[in-house]
């Protein structure tokens, strides 16, 4: 059964804190590991795929990269409006996505 | 602009109440899935339909219901065997093995 975890569950940063969000996944042949944002009451926003061991992938403040068994998510000098629940999922057979349960961001200025 | 379009934002419903939850979508996207979202929880999928008129059941699909008889259309019908049905409800649309693209969501309420 494929599964993805998020960890940690939520993280507190002081602005400009770098820090960065895991996702561990277990997977039978991934087809591509796909990273949203999500803020309140809104449906989820793309950020990043990622398909291959060693793969890294940027966008502003975020850069999220791959290994064979998880995928970080590194955000550098993080400002208040990056606050939001960030997700993970993988894809495998067909055009499923499994997600995680998120990871949700605190940023204080 | 292309997009989903989720409608309503907020529905309540009462105990034994059949409601139906609007997904349209005119990214000509072929695939259309239904998730539920719980606090703390991950994304859970409903049903998902990769063609018209063809759908197939997710993991929690027991006291759902659903239709595609347009491309473009997909909705959601909880019904009354669904007991827990309180929940944020997000409905996405993808194109072949691309990321999904999701709409703004429904919240639904249980009074």
């Known amino acids: 059964e494929d599964q993805v975890t998020q960890s940690p569950e939520a993280l507190r940063l002081q602005e400009g804190e770098s820090s960065s969000l895991n996702c561990s996944y277990t997977v039978s042949g991934l087809r591509g590991l796909f990273w949203y944002r999500q803020d309140p009451g809104k449906g989820p926003e793309f950020l990043f795929t990622?398909?291959?061991a060693g793969e890294e992938k940027e966008k502003e403040r975020l850069k999220a990269t791959l290994t064979k068994k998880e995928s970080f998510l590194h955000i550098t000098a993080p400002k208040p409006e990056d606050s939001a629940t960030y997700l993970c999922?993988?894809?495998?057979?067909?055009?499923?996505?499994?997600f995680g349960a998120g990871t949700i961001l605190r940023v204080k200025s | 602009d292309g997009g989903i379009t989720q409608s309503p934002k907020y529905l309540f419903r009462k105990e034994g109440q059949n409601v139906t939850l609007s997904c349209e979508q005119n990214l000509n996207h072929d695939a259309m899935y239904w998730y539920r979202q719980d606090p703390g929880q991950g994304l859970r999928l409903i049903y998902y339909s990769q063609i018209v008129n063809d759908f197939q059941k997710g993991d929690i699909a027991e006291g759902y219901s659903v239709s595609r008889e347009k491309k473009e259309s997909f909705p959601l019908t909880v019904t009354s065997a669904q007991k827990n049905p309180t929940a944020f409800y997000l409905c996405?649309?993808?194109?072949?093995?691309?990321?999904?693209?999701f709409g703004s969501g429904t919240r639904l309420t249980v009074v």
């Open positions: 996405a649309s993808s194109l072949q093995e691309y990321g999904y693209t």
């Open positions: 999922a993988v894809q495998a057979g067909g055009n499923k996505l499994v």
């Open positions: 990622l398909y291959s």
